[in-house]
């Protein structure tokens, strides 16, 4: 069965930066694109950006742009994002999720909580 | 960039009545490449990620029960829960995908069902 695995909570000071793993099993790691969506205490999703199974396509969200990094280890099936200038306002838990051919996200992390606090 | 406004923020039914939530997309998600509405319906339980309803509009996911379905076209679509469950407390949201690299994917707000 598809599993996904995150790395565990971070806590980072303001300007710092985090990454993020996310180690998946069960489906061809390949295949498929690997979504991040973060969701802040309290509020709803917020998509950052897809990475496409070659491991060099990506996309962002507009507001991520230059400050997130996504990138894949086929060989260990792991994706990463990797955040920049962290500031107060990154604190989310941060999921990552295998994207479909019909544009939906269909297996989540459990997420990874980001604290950025000085 | 794509606003998807979900309607209403929060929702109270009965148990065994049915429960409507809106989503509506300042652009239309229709795909002139394969004619297929790109619109995805989520929920989230407290403490966990969320979990894919629907696709494609109306299209449930494996192992949803068929009290969820989805509809709509374009720009305007809407979740219906046939007979509220205990277990379907949770926060819903709508997410849309446009082609075009600057727009990408977009929830709306959540919508919050509770029990009346």
């Known amino acids: 069965q598809v599993q996904t695995m995150q790395s565990g909570a971070e806590v980072k000071e303001p300007g710092a930066s985090v990454k993020v793993s996310c180690k998946t099993s069960g489906y061809t790691f390949s295949r498929y694109n690997i979504h991040w969506v973060r969701q802040a205490p309290g509020q709803g999703l917020e998509w950052v950006g897809w990475?496409?199974?070659?491991?060099?396509?990506?996309n962002y969200a507009q507001k991520f742009r230059g400050r997130a990094t996504m990138t894949r280890d086929t060989y260990i099936s792991t994706a990463y994002l990797e955040l920049t200038s962290l500031r107060s306002d990154d604190t989310a838990v941060y999921y990552c999720?295998?994207?479909?051919?019909?544009?939906?996200?269909?297996?989540w992390g459990q997420g990874t909580l980001v604290t950025v606090s000085s | 960039d794509i606003v998807m406004t979900q309607s209403p923020d929060s929702l109270a039914v009965s148990l065994g009545e049915r429960a409507t939530i809106g989503c509506r997309s300042s652009?239309?998600?229709?795909?002139?490449?394969?004619?297929?509405?790109?619109l995805a319906w989520y929920q989230q339980k407290p403490g966990q990620p969320p979990k894919l309803l629907i696709y494609?509009?109306?299209t449930r996911e494996s192992g949803v029960p068929d009290r969820f379905a989805g509809s709509g076209s374009g720009t305007d679509f809407t979740l219906t829960i046939s007979s509220l469950q205990a277990e379907d407390v949770a926060v819903y949201y709508c997410?849309?995908?446009?082609?075009?690299?600057?727009?990408?994917?977009?929830f709306g707000q959540g919508t919050k069902l509770e029990i009346k």
């Open positions: 997410q849309q995908y446009h082609r075009t690299p600057s727009l990408g994917y977009t």
């Open positions: 999720a295998r994207g479909t051919t019909a544009a939906a996200l269909d297996f």
């Open positions: 494609w509009a109306s």
């Open positions: 990475s496409a199974p070659n491991s060099y396509d990506t």
């Open positions: 652009q239309s998600v229709l795909s002139d490449s394969n004619n297929r509405n790109h």
